[in-house]
């Protein structure tokens, strides 16, 4: 069985990769190494002791996916590729539309071509109507408030057409929440360029004195202690998931779209929090005012993850916690380090 996986080298292809490896699949990896680096993909060789083949192009040039097609005998696409920083994708819309489009598009196109037909595709629970009723479901209202978000539900839209109009197809679209944590080696992880966006890489850079000092978005919201509250996944549960979703779609046809969550909420402080305790370091923070875009509380109905993929997270807040940590340690400065 061999997969082809693109955006291989990020944070959560890279994963998904070592266990996809470990479980005795094979893959082909495609990345234009945008957002990620080389090292990556050495790391995950050296972690699952396999050897596969490594291609660094865009996935939007269609002549080159066709030949990696032609090459290689596919059976599944999990389409990890595309980019990811909400506020890049603000001040960037066409950057945003046209690679995550076309990446999409292309790669459907160039399938059909060579009668693959299954496809897993990295949505996000960004693609979920603000103020939807928590935990929210699969059949909650959808609507984004940025580029970014509107991309995933373009594409969404897109694969939920392509497969009633080819109705043996397989699509399945997992809406991530808020992947966290790395390998338990350490040795693979998640390497933001620049500041980190997001909380924990923020956090991780805060204790190991890169960042002085974390900004909290916020402590008056309708929470248990006013802050932000998200549904936190670890990252190998996260590579499980496409894993799981893969032996799904070898099996059914027609399009899904799955939450992968935990189905629980922690607040910024909780995180803050258990960080410290976990791994008895101190994560200084100022309350700031609130990110605008920001909403109160996500987390995730998994219950469908749990029917239909017999998948269900089983890592708890403190291994996110120290996984993280444990990364960030041993590579200060990432895959540069
Ligand atoms: P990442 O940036 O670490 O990985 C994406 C990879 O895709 C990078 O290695 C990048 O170099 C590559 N890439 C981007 N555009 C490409 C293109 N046109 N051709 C080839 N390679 C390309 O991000 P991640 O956190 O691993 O996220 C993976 C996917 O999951 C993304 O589609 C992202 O939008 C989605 N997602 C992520 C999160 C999250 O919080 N991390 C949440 C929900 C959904
Ligand atoms: N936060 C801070 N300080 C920071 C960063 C974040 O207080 O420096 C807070 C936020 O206000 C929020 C929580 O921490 O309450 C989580 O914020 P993140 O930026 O880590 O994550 P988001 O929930 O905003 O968004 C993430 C991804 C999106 C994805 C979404 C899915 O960035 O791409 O999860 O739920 F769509």
């Known amino acids: 069985m061999k997969i082809l996986v693109t955006g291989g080298a990020g944070y959560i292809g890279s994963h998904t990769c070592v266990k996809l490896l470990n479980e005795g699949y ?4 495609i990345d234009n190494l945008v957002n990620s680096n080389e090292k990556a993909i050495d790391r995950i060789k050296e972690l699952s002791g396999k050897d596969f083949p490594f291609y ?16 290689h005998s596919i059976d599944c696409v999990i389409h990890f590729a595309g980019l990811k920083a909400v506020g890049e994708s603000v001040s960037k819309p066409l950057e945003y539309y046209s690679n995550n489009l076309i990446s999409t598009i292309t790669l459907c196109r160039v399938m059909a071509r060579n009668q693959v037909k299954r496809f897993i595709f990295s ?15 699969e059949t909650a209202d959808l609507g984004c408030t940025n580029p970014y978000g509107w991309t995933k539900y373009m594409c969404e839209q897109i694969l939920r057409d392509v497969v009633h109009a080819n109705p043996d197809w397989s699509a399945v679209l997992l809406r991530y929440f808020n992947p966290i944590g790395a390998h338990e080696s350490g040795m693979i992880g998640e390497d933001p360029a620049g500041i980190p966006n997001n909380l924990v890489p923020y956090i991780t850079q805060t204790a190991l004195g890169r960042l002085e000092k974390l900004h909290v978005y916020g402590d008056d919201y309708d929470t248990h202690d006013g802050t932000g509250v998200r549904d936190y996944i670890h990252v190998q549960d996260l590579a499980k998931g496409h894993v799981d979703a893969v032996n ?4 059914h046809t027609g399009c899904e779209e799955i939450n992968l969550g935990t189905g629980i909420g922690y607040s910024v402080l909780d995180i803050v ?3 410290e305790r976990v791994n008895q370091v101190p994560v200084p923070y100022v309350i700031d005012p609130r990110r605008p875009g920001d909403v109160a509380t996500v987390y995730a109905d998994a219950g469908k993850a749990k029917n239909l993929l017999g998948w269900q997270a089983e890592k708890n807040l403190d291994d996110m916690c120290r996984d993280s940590w444990r990364w960030q340690k041993q590579n200060p400065n990432g895959y540069h380090s």
């Open 273 to 275: 929090k258990a960080f």
């Open 248 to 251: 799904y779609s070898l099996k």
């Open 123 to 137: 949505s996000s629970a960004t693609v979920y109507k603000p103020g939807s009723p928590m935990p929210v479901n």
């Open 56 to 71: 660094a192009f865009d996935v939007c040039d269609g002549d080159r996916l066709e030949e990696v097609f032609k090459e």
């Open 26 to 29: 094979d893959i082909v990896v």
